[in-house]
């Protein structure tokens, strides 16, 4: 009895609504890549600040490649690596398009903590 119609038959409000839904869901989508980007931005600016501590003070010792290589879904090879600093061995992975050729290779690591240590690229 006093509900008003639209000439093309639909309530009055329900556009206004439809409205405030699409402008929620945009608001969300919004929030979401807001908080990709601060997340993409940490992890790119942490494994950066990693490699320049690296390259700005770094000892250089060799590192002795694990036999065995673990290859990822996206042809990504996991190459296991051992070193020793002053008597203490270290152990970490990287990951590379291909497996190393030789048994050993290069590792750079920080002389105030060892743990802090990436793998020279090889081809």
Do not use: C
């Not at 405030?20 to 600040?49: D, E, Q, T």
């Not at 003070?57 to 600093?85: C, E, L, M, P």
């Amino acid at each position: 009895m006093f509900d008003e119609h639209y000439k093309d038959g639909s309530f009055a409000g329900e556009k206004s609504r439809g409205f405030r839904l699409i402008g929620l869901r945009l608001g969300i989508l919004l929030a979401i890549g807001v908080v990709a980007l601060m997340v993409a931005g940490y992890l790119k600016w942490s494994k950066a600040s990693l490699h320049d501590r690296l390259m700005k003070r770094h000892q250089v010792a060799t590192a002795y490649y694990d036999k065995n290589f673990f290859r990822n879904s996206n042809g990504v090879y996991s190459v296991g690596y051992t070193f020793i600093v002053n008597g203490k061995r270290y152990h970490n992975n990287d990951y590379f398009k291909t497996i190393p050729t030789s048994p050993e290779g290069i590792v750079y690591y920080n002389p105030d903590d060892p743990s802090e240590n990436k793998l020279q690229p090889f081809e």
